[in-house]
């Protein structure tokens, strides 16, 4: 079973960057393609992207495309969000979460879910 921690949110201006972490302890990390989530405030959760388990071909959410980058290194058990170019509307806690099978599985299949980073961005 996997446990997945986040890290790396902050406050920053519109326009500016972060990169998230999401760190991995237990078996096969490299087994399970790995999700980018946010929620805002009073909004559901959505996805942001995802990478397979290889770490080839990540997804994003129309909304980040082009501005944000998912990454992995199996070797550190870990993948990281890059977020470049951020606006307000990116403002929300961003969660990380792990499914066996593959990317297209619907959210409600995640699992082991962070206790989430709070990422804010101010106008």
């Known amino acids: 079973q996997l446990e997945l921690v986040e890290s790396g949110g902050g406050l920053v201006h519109t326009g500016g960057s972060l990169r998230l972490s999401c760190a991995a302890s237990g078996r096969e990390f490299d087994a399970f393609a790995i999700g980018w989530f946010r929620q805002a405030p009073a909004k559901e959760r959505e996805v942001v992207g995802c990478i397979s388990a290889p770490g080839r071909n990540p997804i994003y959410a129309d909304s980040v495309m082009g501005r944000f980058t998912i990454t992995r290194d199996n070797t550190k058990n870990t993948v990281w969000l890059q977020m470049n170019n951020l606006k307000p509307e990116d403002t929300g806690t961003y969660y990380c979460?792990?499914?066996?099978?593959?990317?297209?599985?619907?959210?409600?299949?995640?699992?082991?879910w962070g206790q989430g980073t709070q990422v804010t961005v101010s106008s």
């Open positions: 979460a792990a499914d066996p099978v593959s990317c297209s599985s619907p959210q409600y299949l995640f699992a082991s």
